[in-house]
C-alpha cells in the first residue's frame, strides 16, 4: 500500500447551520482536528461511493484532517475506471501493510458489510469515526457521526454538506472542478440518469451545474463496454429464467477483473418488456478466494430490496446477512468456503457452479412464490461461464 502525501491546507472553519446534520460534522471534525483517517469504500467502489469519499477527503482537509481514500478490491467497471483516471483521483488499493497509523475510520456509501477492510481496523482496535450511507441500516458498527437517509445517492448528501458551508467551491479551481463533475456522475448513476431521483437530488444536481465540467462527464458516459462485459451480458440473456415478472440469471465463473459485469447484465435484463425484477449472480475467483457475487434490480415500487434479499439469502452465524440494498437495487455476496479453489477439475467446477447456482436459484423462487422447474438445467448452464483464463478448454 503506497501513497504520496500531500500538504494540507488551512482555511477559515466553515459555520454552518446549528443543529444541521452539517454541524454535527463540523464538530467532530473540529474535535479530530490535527489526525489522519481511512475513507473505506466497498470493496467495488462505484461512482457513488468514489465521490462521496472524495467530498469527504476535500471537507475534512478543511479541519487540518488527513484522509486516505481505500478500498481493497477492484475498480473494474469502465465508467468508474474513466472517472478515477480523468479526474487523476488518488485512491490506494489495500494489498497488505501497516494501517495501524490511521486514528479513526469514515465509511461512505457503506456501513462497513462490504469491505473486508472493517475486520482488519477493528481487529486493531482503530474505532470507527462516520458513516454516511443511503442504504437500509446494518448494525454491524457503532461510529461517532451516523447520517444515513432514504435518499438516492449518499453523493446528495455530500453536496448538501457542501451547500450548507463545509466547502466552498469554486469555478476557478480544478479540483473543484472535477469534484462538482463526480458528484454530478455519482447521483446520477445512482438514480437512473435522474429518473429515479427525489427532490434532492434535483436540488443537488442544479447546484453541482454551476460547478460541473460537462465535456468531462460526457467523456466518462461515453466510455464502452469490453468484449469481457459483453460477453456476460450475452450468457445473462441467454441463461435468464423469467417467473412473475422477475428474470433470473446465473452466469458462472467470473474472473475478480470481470465482477462488474454482473450488475449491468442486471441492468439490461430490465430493459425487456414486462420484466419488473432482474437478479444476476455468479462466482468470483481471486485466487484461492471465491464468492457467489449478485446483482438485483427492480422498478417495482412495492418491492424492498433489502429486505426481499435478507429474507431469501439469510445471514451467517454470527447475524451477517448475505445481502442487502437500497430503493431500487440491492446485491448479495456467499462465500464459496470449502470447495473454494477447485478450478483443475473440470468436473468438479461443474458440479461446484450447479450446486450454488441451482441452490440460490431455489432460494430466490421460493421467495417469490415460483415452484422450481422440474427441468433444473439447460444444455448451456451444464458446463460454467468464464472469461480470459479460466475457460475449461484453456486450462
Known amino acids: 500500500m503506497s501513497r504520496e502525501r500531500r500538504p494540507l491546507t488551512e482555511v477559515t472553519r466553515p459555520q454552518p447551520n446549528a443543529g444541521s446534520k452539517s454541524a454535527e460534522l463540523s464538530a467532530l471534525l473540529e474535535n479530530h482536528r490535527g489526525e489522519r483517517h ?58 497488505g501493510g501497516d494501517l495501524s497509523h490511521y486514528s479513526g475510520t469514515v465509511f461512505v456509501d457503506n456501513q462497513g458489510t462490504t469491505s473486508r477492510l472493517t475486520e482488519r481496523f477493528e481487529a486493531l482496535g482503530i474505532k470507527p469515526l462516520v458513516i454516511v450511507d443511503h442504504h437500509e441500516q446494518q448494525d454491524l458498527i457503532s461510529p461517532e457521526f451516523l447520517d444515513l437517509r432514504h435518499i438516492g445517492a449518499t453523493a446528495t448528501i455530500y453536496t448538501e454538506y457542501i451547500r450548507d458551508g463545509l466547502l466552498e467551491l469554486s469555478k476557478g479551481d480544478p479540483e473543484h472542478v472535477k469534484l462538482a463533475t463526480a458528484l454530478t456522475h455519482g447521483i446520477r448513476s445512482e438514480t437512473s440518469g435522474l429518473v429515479r431521483g427525489h427532490a434532492e437530488e434535483l436540488e443537488a444536481a442544479t447546484f453541482l451545474s454551476r460547478f460541473a465540467d460537462s465535456s468531462l462527464l460526457e467523456d466518462i458516459l461515453s466510455v464502452k ?58 462466482i468470483i475467483i481471486k485466487g484461492d478466494r ?75 423462487l421460493e421467495k417469490i412464490g415460483a415452484h422450481p422447474p422440474i427441468r433444473t438445467e439447460s444444455p448451456r448452464e451444464s458446463a460454467p461461464v468464464t472469461t480470459g483464463p479460466l475457460r475449461p478448454e484453456e486450462a
Open 290 to 364: 471465491e464468492m457467489v457475487i449478485g446483482s438485483m434490480r427492480t422498478d417495482k415500487v412495492t418491492l424492498n430490496p433489502d429486505e426481499f434479499l435478507k429474507e431469501a439469502l439469510g445471514a451467517t452465524e454470527t447475524g451477517r446477512y448475505y445481502g442487502g440494498g437500497r430503493r431500487g437495487a440491492g446485491g448479495f455476496e456467499i462465500p464459496i468456503g470449502f470447495l473454494a479453489g477447485i478450478k483443475d477439475d473440470d468436473d468438479l467446477v461443474r458440479m461446484k457452479w450447479r450446486l450454488y447456482h441451482q441452490l440460490i436459484k431455489k432460494k430466490l
Open 38 to 95: 481511512a475513507i473505506v469504500m466497498q470493496d467495488y467502489p462505484d461512482p457513488d461511493a468514489i465521490s462521496s469519499a472524495w467530498a469527504h477527503k476535500m471537507i475534512a482537509a478543511r479541519f487540518g484532517v488527513e484522509c486516505d481514500i481505500i478500498y481493497e478490491g477492484r475498480i473494474s467497471h469502465q465508467e468508474n475506471l474513466a472517472l478515477v483516471q480523468l479526474t487523476d483521483l488518488d485512491l490506494v488499493r489495500y494489498e
Open 225 to 282: 463496454r469490453s468484449k469481457q462485459v459483453m460477453d456476460v451480458i450475452r450468457e445473462a440473456l441467454e441463461n435468464r429464467e423469467i417467473r412473475e415478472s422477475y428474470s433470473i440469471s446465473g452466469v458462472g465463473l467470473l474472473r475478480s477483473e470481470d465482477r462488474d459485469a454482473i450488475p449491468q447484465a442486471a441492468d439490461f435484463l430490465m430493459t425487456e418488456e414486462n420484466i419488473h425484477t432482474a437478479i444476476v449472480y455468479g
